[in-house]
C-alpha cells in the first residue's frame, strides 16, 4: 500500500507518521509546496519520498488532502481527474473540517464513488510538519460524510485506515456535519480569537496583564494560535451556520451582561448552574 498525502502538517504528517508506523502503508509519499516545510517533513521521517502531486496521484493507492478546504476544494477534482486517466481502484479523502462544498464540488465526477469524504476530530492549535505527533488520533471520531456516494470497497478500505489510527466512525449528512461543527468547533475559535484581540488591545496599556494570565486564561485562549490559512476558508464555507452560533452565543453574552449589569445574582447564579449541565456531556 502507497499512501500519498498532499499537505505535511498537524493533520496530514501526523497521519503520514501512524499509517507507516503501524504498517498500514509500505510506502508514504508527500506533496508539500514550501521547501522548508518539504526539508523538515523529510528529516523528521514523517514521509519517505516528497514529490510533485501529479506524481504523487499517479503512484499512491490511496491520497489524503490534508491542506486547507479552500485550496481543498479546488484540488479534488484534479485528483478525480488524474484517477479517471489511471484507471484502478485508486482511493482520495480529504481531513477537511467543512464537507458541503467539497463534496459538492466532485457531486457529478465520473470518479465520485473513490472519494470518500471526512473528517477525522482531532488536532491542535499548532501547525506546520513540526506539529505533527504519533498518536494524535487515539480514541478520537472520524466523521464519515455522504458514503452513500462513495463506492462500498472504497468506505471499507477507508475505515480499515481509520481504525488503524483508532478512531471511531461517525456517519452523516455533509451539511448535518456543516452544522455540528459550527457548534462544536468553530464557534471556540471565534472565541478564542475574540478573546485574544480583546486582551491584546488591554496589554497595549496595561504591561502586566499577562504576568496574571492563569491556565484557565491559556486553555481558553490556546485556540487562538490557530493558523489563519487554515480557518479563513473554513469561517467563509462555512458562513451561514457560523453566524447562527455566533448570534446565539452574543444572545447569552448578552443575558450574562445584563444579569451582572443589574446586580442580579440569581440571575447570574442561574445562567452558571445552567451552563453547568454540560458536565454531564463533557467530563
Known sequence: MTIGVIGLGLIGGSMALDLK???FADTVIGVENDPVNASAALNIGL?????PFEDCVRRSDVV??????GAAVKM???VLDIFAECGGDKIVIDTCSTKSQIVRSVHYHPRRGSFVATHPMAGTEYSGPWAAMPNLFDGRAC????????????VATVEKLYGVLNMRPIYMNADNHDVHTAYVSHISHVTSFALALTVLEK???EKHIFDLASGGFSSTVRLAKSSADMWVP???QNRDN????????LDKMKSFRDAIADFDEKKIESLIKEANKIKKIIR
Not at 64 to 69: F, K, Q, T
Not at 146 to 153: F, G, I, L, R, V
Not at 242 to 249: M, N, R
Open 21 to 23: 508506523r503501524r504498517s
Open 47 to 51: 514521509v519517505d519520498e516528497v514529490v
Open 64 to 69: 489524503v488532502v490534508a491542506i486547507p478546504v
Open 76 to 78: 479534488l477534482p484534479k
Open 143 to 154: 466523521i464519515f460524510a455522504n458514503t452513500e456516494d462513495s463506492d462500498p470497497k472504497a
Open 203 to 205: 496589554e497595549q496599556d
Open 234 to 236: 473554513i469561517l467563509t
Open 242 to 249: 457560523v453566524l447562527h452560533v455566533i448570534d446565539t452565543y
